[in-house]
């Protein structure tokens, strides 16, 4: 071995007991347990609720749900069936399918339709119409309800003539701004080349839209449609005002908010209610995650 | 239990609503083509993007536009529909500090400045931290994860967290065996406290939203040049002055852009207040009390007045929003 190599092994080996050295692998340990111990902190609410809804009743009562990661174990699946055999539960999971579906599959289409013309059409008022849309995208919901209401009453619009269809519109209505204004800003970004190129080869708007723009935006509209159907799935508020809590019509989110108002002594039930309705959304969220996170980063950053 | 029967009954029209609503949207827009190809040509550029933008229009309009009107209208009317003027504006904001809407616009106050500090605050730390490890990807979709439930099933697992066993017997919320076991302190009545209880309400929705504000805040710091900390480094800056320095100028946009958000999140926040407390206990907020004048009490003047003074507390945020979109815009 020749000195040359010799020369910096020594000086790694005087390194390693210098106080830099050690005030730079604290730092390290520190950082990593700082950052596992926070993580994990932030998921004790959700791991404890997943736990008790695993415990029989007598357990969550008398104890924590820390007292089940030690023996004696006693797990069961008793609060999932309870819960499923009241009915109203498993009644409202359709519901919140037949409400998230078409509520996600309208204002898409819909906003696409109208992305198109704002991106590569000409006409009057465009900007201006645009720029009202982004106005709207902070306007409370809160500012419609009783006037749609009111009229939805007057035309017959109710959940009881026109089951769910009310609930449609009207989340179309509130999710277009928003969809509009993702898909609009991926749209204008796309090559115009691309438009003269088929306008020459005598392609119309309706192949334009159908073979060009969508199959280019997929990346866009996977998380737009990520994103509207989360948010409606998790919607209280629209299905409270629109839909209500009657059991036959009831969504998810409504049926679990009535069961914590009248589940006094069956809370236990709560438990397995809650992780019921995060399933669907849990799925979606983490087999797409990456569409999810970009169409976040799409409605946010570039604003 | 009836599940088949639901099943039997349920399936067919979800499946149907899955075909019939895209056919009949197809149906239009192809439909409208075919008309506008009947036109004379120099008619067609004129008319095409209203077939377009139209049904876009006419569904924010009927659904956003039109009613905002309505409820500034109904906002001066009593139930009967005659004009009073602002007899509505005046109980709800008459007897301050406690009466009417009061309550509710402290709470939505203090929701305001709370939730978005320390989600900002939360976000950028996690982001920073974060950033340093090679399990960034993981850690961070833990913390995600709350994004992606409902706020309903966020109030089920902080009312469990709150939980508060009366009498001399263990306690099975996790909090309050925190408070007994480790800080040896009596337990607390975390939703009906009066003292704590709006905190604790905040404190969920911070729980619930924090991934969010990380996973921008994290991206646009990865948008930081490498070269630029490199620089400073050399420069023998040490780590939290290249933070206050470099990093969290260069970050101030973005960090704006979440915050406006927050703010519009605090303002319209409802789904955990409704869920954890009703607004009872000195917890209202705006959106709830809107919800109860509505329904409980039957006085859509009154909920149209709360929802004005709600648009109100926007408009700041929008107007921002507004002259954000024009700088981009002209940027392009």
Known sequence: MSAEAAAPARVSTAARFSPVWLAERMQGAVLHVVVISLTVAWMVPAVGLFVSSFRPFTAINSSGWWAALSPPFSFTLDNYVQVLQKGSLAHSIFNSFMISIPATIIPVTVAAFAAYAFSWMKFPGRNWIFLALVGLLAVPLQLSFVPVLKAYVSIGLTPANWGFVGVWLAHTGYGLPFSIYLLANFFRALPSDLFESAEIDGAGTLTVFFRIVLPLSVPALASLIIFQFLWIWNDLLVALIYVGGTENVAPMTVTLANLTNSLGQGYNLLTAAAFLSMIVPLVVFLSLQRYFVRGILAGSVKG | ?332
Do not use: C
């Open chain 2, 1 to 332: 239990m009836d599940v088949f029967g639901l099943l039997a009954q349920d399936v067919p029209t979800l499946v149907f609503v899955i075909v019939a609503v895209p056919a009949v949207l197809a149906a239009y827009i192809v439909g409208g083509e075919y008309v506008v190809r009947l036109l004379p040509d120099r008619r067609r550029g004129s008319v095409r993007p209203w077939i377009w933008v139209g049904p876009a229009l006419i569904f924010v309009t009927a659904f956003l536009v039109a009613p905002a009107i309505g409820t500034v209208i109904q906002s001066v009317e009593n139930h009967e529909g005659a004009l009073v003027g602002l007899v509505n504006y005046q109980r709800q904001l008459g007897d301050f500090p406690t009466g009417g809407a009061w309550v509710a616009i402290r709470n939505n106050l203090l929701w305001l400045v709370l939730y978005t500090l320390f989600v900002l605050f939360f976000g950028l730390l996690l982001a920073v931290l974060f950033d340093r490890v090679p399990y960034e990807q993981v850690v961070k979709s833990m913390v995600f994860l709350p994004m992606a439930i409902s706020s309903v099933a966020l109030g089920v697992i902080w009312k469990f967290m709150y939980w508060y066993q009366a009498g001399d017997v263990p306690q099975t919320g996790t909090l309050n065996f925190i408070v007994v076991n480790w800080f040896h302190q009596a337990p607390k009545t975390w939703i009906t406290d009066l003292n704590v209880n709006n905190y604790a309400l905040i404190a969920a929705g911070i729980w619930g939203i924090t991934g969010f504000s990380m996973v921008i805040l994290s991206a646009a710091l990865k948008g930081i040049p490498g070269e630029l900390l490199e620089a400073a480094r050399v420069d023998g800056a040490g780590e939290i002055t290249i933070f206050r320095r470099v990093i969290f100028p260069l970050m101030m946009p973005t960090v704006v852009v979440v915050g406006t958000t927050l703010v519009i999140f605090a303002l319209k926040a409802f789904d955990i207040v409704y869920v954890m407390t009703a607004g009872n206990f000195g917890t209202d907020v705006l959106a709830n009390r809107m919800y109860k004048l509505l329904y409980q009490s039957d006085n859509p003047g009154g909920a149209s007045a709360v929802a004005i003074v709600l648009l109100i507390a926007v408009i700041p945020v929008l107007i921002f929003n507004l002259r954000q979109f024009r700088a981009v815009e002209s940027r392009r």
